[in-house]
C-alpha cells in the first residue's frame, strides 16, 4: 500500500509502527456551526481510507478531535447569549448527525480539546522546561519557532523566507514575542470568555497544542498517519510536529496525508467567503450517499470543483450500482436453481480480478476514482452474465462482490428493504402458536429471523411486545 506522504513529497509504501495496526488523526472541524461541504471532504476521504485498511486487516485507531473552544465558538455564543458549551455541544450533535447520514463511521475516540486541558498545560510546562517556550509578561506562553531546527519540514519553508514574510504580520500586543514566528501555546482570557486556571494566567490554549496533546493521549507519542485539509499543512501541522517532537524528543508522525481543496467556481468552499453548502443543504436535495459518491469520484489530493451537473453525473453512477444490486436479488429471488453450475463455479474466478483492480487502485494512494471505474466493470460484467438461467448462488456471489467492495468505499449500495408491521405480527402469531404447540425450534427460528430484520421481541406480562432495534 502506497500513501502520499507530504513530508517527503512521495508516495511511500506504508509500513506501520506496529505490524497489523495503525495509529491515525485527522484533525476535526470547529464546532460553531453546521458544517459545510468542504469540511465534509476530510471526513469522507479519510473515513474510506480507514475502511479500506481495515479491508487490508489491519486494526486502525482512528482519532478525530473537536475543537470546541475558538474565537468563533466564543463569538457565537455571545450573539446568542449562551455559554460557549451549549454552542459548541450542539453543533457536536448537529455534525455527528451528517457524518451518519454521508455514512462516516464514527472515531474510534472523538476527543474535544476543553477536555484535554490538564494534558496541554502538561504539555506547555514541558516545553517550558526544556527551554522551547516562554513566558511572556501578560502571561501568554510561546513556543520559540527558531529553537526548533527542523522548523519547516513539512510545508518546506525556509525560516529565513519565513522570517521576512512574517515581520509585516506582527500585530500590535505582539511586541512581547522573542521572534515574529513564535506562536501562541496558552494565551490571557479576555472579559467574558472561558477560562482555565494554569500556573501563567487564567486562560486557555492554543489552538495547535491541543492536537499534539490529543493525538499524544489517545494514540502514544508517535504515530502512523496524520491527516487533514491541506490548509492545515502551514502553520497548524508545522506547528504541532515543532511541540510534539520538541516535547517528546521523537518523530511524530510518519505519513502526512492532506486532503485537495473543495471549491465553488474555483474558489475554496469556506465559512468565511460566504459561498458554501452546508451538508444539510445538500441533504435537502439529495441523499448524503450521492455527496458521498461525488467526493470519491475524484482523487483526495486534487481539488474538486462543485457543481450541479456534478452532482447529477454522482447521482447517476450511483443509480446504476444500485440498480444493478436490485437487478440480481431479484434474479437471485427467481432463480430456478440453487447450486452453481460447473461453468458458474469458473466464472466466479473472474470476479476476483474486478477486487484486484479494487485493490490495486486503493493500493495506489487511495485512487478511489479507480476503484470506482472497477466497480463499473463489475456492474458491467453482471449486466451480461447474469441472467434468469443463472443460478441464485451465481447471482449472489456476484451482487456480493459489488456490495462488499462499495462497502469498503462506504457507498450503500443495497436497498434496505422495509419490513411491514402486517407481516411482523404474522409472524408473531405463528411464533405463539408454535410455543403453544411445544414447538420450540420453530418459535426461536421466528425469533431470529425477526432479529435478522431488527426487530426485537419482548415477552411481556401483557403479551407480546416488539420493536426496531
Ligand atoms: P475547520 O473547521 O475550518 O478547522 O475545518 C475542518 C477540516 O475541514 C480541516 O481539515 C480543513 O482543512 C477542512 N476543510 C475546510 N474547508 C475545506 C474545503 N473547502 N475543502 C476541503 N477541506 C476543507
Ligand atoms: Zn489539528
Not at 273 to 284: D, K, M, S, Y
Not at 410 to 431: H, Q
Request: net charge negative; with cysteine; hydrophobic share 35%.
Amino acid at each position: 500500500m502506497k500513501i502520499y506522504n507530504t513530508l517527503t513529497k512521495q508516495k511511500e509504501e506504508f509500513v506501520p509502527l506496529v505490524p497489523g495496526k495503525v495509529s491515525m488523526y485527522v484533525c476535526g472541524p470547529t464546532v460553531y456551526n453546521l458544517i459545510h461541504i468542504g469540511n465534509a471532504r476530510p471526513m469522507i476521504v479519510f473515513d474510506t481510507a480507514r475502511r479500506y485498511m481495515e479491508h487490508r486487516g489491519y486494526e486502525v485507531n482512528y482519532v478525530s478531535n473537536f475543537t470546541d473552544v475558538d474565537d468563533k465558538i466564543i463569538k457565537k455564543a455571545m450573539e446568542e447569549g449562551v455559554t460557549a458549551e451549549e454552542i459548541s455541544q450542539r453543533y457536536i450533535e448537529e455534525c455527528k448527525k451528517d457524518m451518519q447520514g454521508m455514512n462516516v463511521r464514527p472515531a474510534t475516540t472523538h476527543p474535544q480539546a476543553t477536555q484535554e486541558i490538564d494534558g496541554m498545560i502538561e504539555m506547555i510546562q514541558t516545553l517550558i522546561d526544556k527551554g522551547f517556550a516562554y513566558v511572556a509578561e501578560d502571561g501568554t506562553v510561546y513556543f520559540r519557532t527558531r529553537k526548533f531546527k527542523e522548523y519547516g519540514k513539512l510545508s518546506h519553508k525556509n525560516l529565513d523566507d519565513l522570517r521576512g514574510g512574517n515581520r509585516s504580520l506582527l500585530v500590535t500586543g505582539e511586541e512581547q514575542k522573542e521572534d515574529p514566528l513564535d506562536f501562541v501555546l496558552w494565551k490571557p482570557k479576555k472579559e467574558g470568555e472561558p477560562f482555565w486556571e494554569s500556573p501563567w494566567c487564567k486562560g486557555r490554549p492554543g489552538w495547535h497544542i491541543e492536537c499534539s496533546v490529543m493525538a499524544k493521549k489517545y494514540l502514544g507519542e508517535e504515530i502512523d498517519i496524520h491527516a487533514g485539509g491541506e490548509d492545515l499543512i502551514f502553520p497548524h501541522h508545522e506547528n504541532e510536529i515543532a511541540q510534539s517532537e520538541c516535547c517528546n524528543g521523537k518523530i511524530f508522525a510518519r505519513y502526512w496525508m492532506h486532503n485537495g481543496f473543495l471549491n465553488i467556481d474555483n474558489r475554496k468552499m469556506s465559512k468565511s467567503l460566504g459561498n458554501f453548502f452546508t451538508v444539510r443543504e445538500i441533504a435537502e436535495r439529495y441523499d448524503l450517499q450521492v455527496l458521498r459518491f461525488f467526493m470519491l469520484s475524484a482523487h483526495y489530493r486534487s481539488p474538486l470543483n462543485f457543481s450541479a451537473e456534478l452532482m447529477e453525473a454522482s447521482a447517476n453512477g450511483l443509480e446504476r450500482i444500485v440498480t444493478a444490486v436490485e437487478n440480481l436479488k431479484f434474479l437471485s429471488a427467481n432463480a430456478q436453481t440453487a447450486e452453481m453450475t460447473e461453468a458458474e463455479t469458473q466464472e466466479t474466478a473472474s470476479l476476483s480480478e474486478y477486487e484486484k483492480k479494487f485493490d490495486e487502485a486503493m493500493d495506489d494512494d487511495f485512487n478511489t476514482a479507480d476503484a470506482i471505474s472497477a466497480i463499473f466493470e463489475l456492474v458491467k460484467y453482471a449486466n451480461t452474465n447474469v441472467s434468469t438461467e443463472s443460478s441464485r448462488a451465481f447471482a449472489d456471489a456476484v451482487k456480493n462482490k459489488i456490495t462488499e467492495l462499495a462497502d469498503i468505499l462506504g457507498l450503500i449500495v443495497e436497498k434496505k428493504e422495509e419490513v411491514l408491521d402486517s407481516e411482523i405480527e404474522a409472524l408473531i402469531e405463528e411464533r405463539q402458536a408454535a410455543r403453544k404447540a411445544k414447538n420450540f425450534a420453530r418459535a426461536d427460528e421466528i425469533r431470529d429471523i425477526l432479529l435478522k430484520q431488527g426487530i426485537v421481541l419482548k415477552d411481556t406480562r401483557e403479551g407480546v411486545k416488539w420493536e426496531r432495534a
